[in-house]
Every structure is written in structure tokens, then in C-alpha cells.
């Protein structure tokens, strides 16, 4: 069976040649992403298109699909913001998904973010480099006894609230399905905008839909406490750039840790250090002596990776087949 695998990098060539051993598809790896400008091009008697979060699977793509008999749509990834999915449904195409691959792989990289953005370890790691060991600037402050804000308690939030005690942290959440194992564990759930007002650290965990899409703008940030950290790993169209552009330049929020972007497709998983970039907003954030961008890495770990390669090609084989995959939340449409 053949595949059409976009937004090919040569660590995904690698672990999914190294599950395809058990399958033997024929995967041809593009390094574009999927979207209108390539889409014709797919070969004829490709059944499954592979991709990944910055692929476009607009209705007009999906209709080329199609019209080729492409079968599925596997996404590599849990998000899914990036497909019409009624499109989908209405033309007949199978998609699957990746929902759980290792929610502690993003999770770990928020602590990271918020570890790194407090302690300032990144700045260090170049100052005693060039044998300064002054200690000015790399003031901290403790995690242990500070309130972290949880927004989105699925898998990776659940994840995150658990290293989080661990620190010591009181943790607060919000979601509109309560998980009883955590509230079993001590941490509290409270209306969004009450945990706004209370926490010092925020940390969105929740899926970008249009209800919640700009969670974190204008007004929201008004309600924050003065200083807060936020730390993004779950989707860029969460926080409206400019407002948080806004709220950096007063205070109001303290230190932004960000691994995904509004703006992120013309940016991110790319070497640009040759080029211009025209993006005056990503420049701004990253102008910021208190902002931390990480390029959409938070899952990128082994781990996660042989899961994802697993899992995406057990999906597709159970598809072929006319099986149901054990987990009903890889099927979307
Ligand atoms: P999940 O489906 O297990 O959990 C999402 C939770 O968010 C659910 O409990 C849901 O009820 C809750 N939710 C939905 N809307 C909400 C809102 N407005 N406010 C508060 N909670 C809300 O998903 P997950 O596996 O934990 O993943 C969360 C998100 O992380 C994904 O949607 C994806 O965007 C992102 N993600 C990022 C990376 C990365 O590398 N940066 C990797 C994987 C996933």
C-alpha cells in the first residue's frame, strides 16, 4: 500500500522505517507540507496521506484527495485543528489520529520551560561559557508553595499536574470535565476565570477549538496576577499574540514560555538561520529577556517517537483491514 508521508523530517524517516519493517508499506516522504499547492501532485494509488500538525487538510484539499481515492487520513499527532473533518465525512476518508503517544513527553517539556524561563539556566549555560560568573540577572523564584493553574486536564494536563505536586506546588484546575483521580489527589478545580486570579503559574493543556481559541487575550489577562509565568506546549491560537505582546511590556505577565505559535507553519520544524523572517511578532517575543520559544518539540522525544510511528501504522494497518483499533480515540472520522 502506498503512502504519502508530508512534513518529512529525517527523524521521521527513521522511525517509521523502523516500524515499517512489520508492515512493508511503500511510504514516499515529502518534506513539504500538505496543503493546496501539492496536493495534485500526489501520486496515483496512493491510498493513506501521512501528516502531521502543520499540514493543511482544508475541505478543498480533502475534495483533491478525494478524487485521487485516497483512503486515510493518518495524522501523526493527537491535534487535530488543522483538518475539516466534516470534509472528511462527507467525501468518505478515514481518519485516524495518535491521541496518547506519551503525555509525560510534553508535559516534562512544560516543567522544562517553566524550570528554565525561572532559573534562568539557559542564560547561565552562556555566561560561564565566557567565564562570567556573575550571579546578577539570574534571580529565581522557588516552585515549591507557589499556586500553578492547570487549563485542560486530558492526558498531558493530567501529566503536568502530577510533576507538579511533586514540587510542592498547590494546583488549581480547570476543565469542563473534572478528572476525580486528581481531585482525589488534592488539586482543586475552579471556574477559569477564578484560577486566572489566583495562580502564579498558568499552564494550557487544552485543545485549540473555536470556543477557546484566544483563551488568553486582553481581557483575560487583565484578571492574571500581576508577574504571572504562562507556559503554552498545547496550541499557539490559544494566546493572542498581540495582547500578551502587551502585557509582557507592562508586567502583567512575568515570563511566557511558548513551544507553539500562532503563526507557527511558515516558522517552525525549518532551519530559517540564513533567512529574513518576515514574522515582526515571533521577533518581538523572542526580543523579550523573559520569553522562552521552543519550536514545537515538546513531544519530541524517543519515546514518544516509536509510539507515534507505532501507533500511526498499527491505525492504518487496522483500517486496511476493516479492523477497529483498540483505542476508539485514534478513529476521528
Ligand atoms: P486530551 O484530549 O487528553 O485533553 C484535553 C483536555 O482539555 C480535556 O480534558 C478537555 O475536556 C479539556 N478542555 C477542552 N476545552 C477546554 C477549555 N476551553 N478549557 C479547559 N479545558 C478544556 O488532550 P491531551 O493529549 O492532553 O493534549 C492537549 C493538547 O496538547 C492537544 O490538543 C494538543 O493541542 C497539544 N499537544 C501539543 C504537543 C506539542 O508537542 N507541543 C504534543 C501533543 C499535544
Given at each position: 500500500m502506498k503512502i504519502a508521508f508530508f512534513s518529512a523530517k529525517p527523524y521521521d524517516k527513521d522511525f517509521f522505517n523502523r516500524q515499517n519493517k512489520t508492515f512493508n508499506y511503500d511510504i514516499q516522504y515529502w518534506e513539504t507540507h500538505l496543503g493546496p499547492h501539492i496536493v495534485n501532485a500526489i501520486d496515483e494509488g496512493t491510498e493513506v496521506v501521512c501528516v502531521f500538525v502543520?499540514?493543511?487538510?482544508?475541505?478543498?484539499?480533502?475534495?483533491?484527495?478525494?478524487?485521487?481515492?485516497?483512503?486515510?487520513?493518518?495524522?501523526?499527532?493527537?491535534?487535530?485543528?488543522?483538518?475539516?473533518?466534516?470534509a472528511a465525512r462527507k467525501?468518505?476518508?478515514?481518519?485516524?489520529?495518535?491521541?496518547?503517544?506519551?503525555?509525560?513527553?510534553?508535559?516534562?517539556?512544560?516543567?522544562?520551560?517553566?524550570?528554565?524561563?525561572?532559573?534562568?539556566?539557559?542564560?547561565?549555560?552562556?555566561?560561564?561559557r565566557e567565564q562570567n560568573f556573575s550571579l546578577n540577572g539570574l534571580l529565581g523564584y522557588n516552585l515549591h508553595g507557589k499556586t500553578v493553574g492547570v487549563i485542560g486536564t486530558g492526558k498531558i494536563g493530567k501529566a503536568f499536574c502530577r510533576i507538579m505536586t511533586g514540587f510542592g506546588c498547590k494546583v488549581l484546575a480547570y476543565d469542563p470535565y473534572e478528572d476525580r483521580e486528581l481531585q482525589a489527589s488534592g488539586i482543586h478545580y475552579l471556574p477559569f476565570q477564578e484560577l486566572l486570579g489566583c495562580s502564579d503559574i498558568i499552564s494550557l493543556h487544552c485543545p485549540l477549538?473555536?470556543?477557546?481559541h484566544y483563551l488568553i487575550n486582553e481581557?483575560?489577562?487583565?484578571?492574571?496576577?500581576?508577574?504571572?509565568?504562562?507556559?503554552?506546549?498545547?496550541?499557539?491560537?490559544?494566546?493572542?499574540?498581540?495582547?500578551?505582546?502587551?502585557?509582557?511590556?507592562?508586567?502583567?505577565?512575568?515570563?511566557?514560555?511558548?513551544?507553539?505559535?500562532?503563526?507557527?507553519?511558515?516558522?517552525?520544524f525549518k532551519d530559517l538561520s540564513g533567512s529574513i523572517i518576515d514574522d515582526d511578532k515571533i521577533q518581538r517575543l523572542m526580543s523579550f529577556p523573559n520569553v522562552l520559544v521552543t519550536g514545537h518539540q515538546a513531544f519530541f522525544t524517543e519515546d514518544a517517537m516509536e509510539q507515534i510511528a507505532s501507533i500511526t501504522l498499527n491505525s492504518i494497518h487496522a483500517l486496511e483491514n476493516g479492523i477497529s483499533p483498540s483505542d476508539p480515540a485514534v478513529i476521528l472520522v
Open positions: 502543520n499540514d493543511k487538510l482544508t475541505a478543498e484539499v480533502i475534495t483533491v484527495l478525494a478524487i485521487k481515492k485516497v483512503k486515510v487520513i493518518a495524522l501523526r499527532c493527537a491535534g487535530f485543528n488543522n483538518v475539516d473533518l466534516d467525501q468518505g476518508i478515514k481518519i485516524c489520529r495518535v491521541p496518547a503517544y506519551s503525555p509525560e513527553a510534553v508535559a516534562e517539556h512544560a516543567v522544562a520551560m517553566l524550570l528554565t524561563l525561572n532559573r534562568k539556566t539557559h542564560k547561565a549555560y552562556n555566561r560561564v477549538t473555536v470556543e477557546n481581557n483575560t489577562l487583565k484578571k492574571i496576577k500581576k508577574g504571572v509565568t504562562i507556559i503554552n506546549t498545547s496550541r499557539g491560537g490559544l494566546i493572542h499574540t498581540d495582547d500578551v505582546i502587551s502585557a509582557l511590556k507592562t508586567g502583567q505577565v512575568g515570563y511566557l514560555g511558548i513551544d507553539v505559535y500562532e503563526q507557527e507553519e511558515k516558522l517552525f
